[in-house]
């Protein structure tokens, strides 16, 4: 059974930085790829970024790209963000699915974790 959960989320300065972590269970990145999404209140789910895990290609949203980072070690997946923005503030998912930026193309969620971007 795939499980994922994420943490690291938390009240940061504009300007500051934080890493999400997300725990996959074992062998979901042997069969998966993982994605970043956030969701920020009323608005939708959007993509963050991507990695596949046959050879570890990344992919950003181009406007995320710069100052998000997402690498993999074993089962974990993280999401280094600097020069955060408030924008930036919004719930947190990682993903197990076929790839991409789009939420639909992931079968698999974790629970979220909070980002808040403020001064």
């Known amino acids: 059974q795939v499980q994922l959960v994420e943490s690291g989320g938390g009240l940061v300065q504009p300007g500051g930085s934080l890493r999400l972590s997300c725990e996959a269970s074992?062998?979901?990145?042997?069969?998966?790829?993982i994605g970043w999404f956030r969701q920020a209140p009323d608005k939708a789910r959007e993509g963050v970024a991507c990695?596949?895990?046959?050879?570890?290609s990344t992919y950003y949203e181009p406007s995320m790209q710069g100052r998000f980072t997402i690498s993999r070690d074993k089962n974990m997946v993280y999401l280094q963000m600097k020069s955060l923005k408030p924008e930036d503030t919004a719930a947190y998912y990682c993903?197990?699915?076929?790839?991409?930026?789009?939420?639909?193309?992931?079968?698999?969620w974790g629970r979220g974790t909070q980002v808040t971007v403020s001064p």
């Open positions: 990695i596949s895990t046959s050879d570890g």
């Open positions: 993903a197990a699915g076929m790839g991409g930026l789009r939420p639909v193309d992931y079968e698999y």
């Open positions: 074992e062998f979901t990145l042997d069969y998966y790829a």
